[in-house]
């Protein structure tokens, strides 16, 4: 497993019964956790004094019981700074494990010699567009609501990074990459973060069993000449990390070479040791690299 564990701002306390207690920063939230299905002694002081608890509803979906939590508040991951809020279906507005990631691409940027264009797509509030740049890539951010790219760009801003060469893209992300295909531009390294259901801005459906494949495939077309790595997340209960190896081999590695690694993503549970599961995430990189 890739185990984001280098964060100071957040940490899961503890988890049970279906939750997971975690601190961001100075608030401590209780969310609800599908892979939490043990049933422990809640014995971190925290569950019992949280600033904000999400309840889901037998019915699907939730809400927010808030105690003592502000409207907005922020936590940093090294030199990147993010803005956080809680909004609807138990999201803050990032994913911390996602750091695992952010740190192995950010190193081949750095050690790459060279001018990286980078693409990130459903690329929500910027998180791996920011530690891109923050490498010393030029990156490419595109999402389909025009809510994210805003928020991803006060993230940015927050970040020291309002003037780095970030490109912010309100579109569908199939069309998009299509449309770069025919234009003939290309990018050095892809980043794709698919959500299992979701809509573009015009109405367009994605469901990920009947898209992802098609889209992975697009994107290999649009890889340069001498590309660097391909990441897709996933957070779609039953897509095994071998399945995000199987596609990069299938597009990506049989055109290109190199090499294809998978597994899941982790954040560590400091009350008890454990490794909370958070996804999984393919990896393709370039031979030598």
Not at 123 to 149: E, I, P
Not at 153 to 179: Q, T
Not at 201 to 206: L, S
Not at 278 to 287: E, I, K, M, V, Y
Request: charged residues 20%; contains cysteine.
């Amino acid at each position: 497993m890739w185990i984001a564990s280098d964060w100071k701002d957040y940490e899961i306390l503890d988890t049970s019964k279906g939750e997971k207690l975690e601190r961001w920063g100075d608030y401590l939230l209780v969310r609800p956790d599908p892979q939490v299905i043990w049933d422990t002694p809640r014995k971190a002081r925290g569950w019992h004094r949280p600033n904000a608890h999400y309840h889901r509803s037998k019915k699907g979906g939730g809400e927010w019981e808030f105690f003592d939590l502000p409207e907005q508040w922020s936590i940093s991951y090294r030199e990147l700074t993010f803005q956080l809020k809680p909004f609807s279906f138990k999201h803050t507005g990032l994913f911390p494990e996602q750091a695992v990631n952010w740190d192995w691409f950010s190193g081949l940027i750095r050690g790459a010699g060279r001018p990286v264009k980078v693409l990130n797509l459903f690329a929500y509030t910027g998180g791996a567009t920011l530690a891109a740049a923050a490498a010393g890539a030029a990156v490419t951010h595109v999402d389909a609501a025009k809510g994210m790219v805003t928020w991803a760009r006060e993230n940015a801003k927050s970040s020291g990074l309002a003037e780095a060469p970030i490109r912010w893209i309100v579109d569908d992300c199939m069309k998009f990459v299509e449309r770069e295909g025919r234009r003939g531009n290309t990018y050095d390294a892809i980043i794709m973060d698919p959500p299992s259901y979701g809509r573009g801005p015009k109405g367009e459906i994605w469901k990920i069993e009947d898209a992802i494949h098609p889209l992975v495939a697009a994107c290999a077309g649009i890889l340069s000449p001498d590309p660097l790595f391909f990441l897709i997340n996933s957070y779609t209960t039953g897509l095994a990390p071998s399945v995000l190896s199987y596609l990069l081999g299938i597009e990506v590695k049989n055109r290109r070479g190199g090499a294809v690694a998978a597994d899941e993503v982790g954040l560590p549970v400091t009350g008890t040791g454990l490794v909370l599961p958070c996804g999984a995430s393919g990896r393709w990189t370039a031979a030598g690299q």
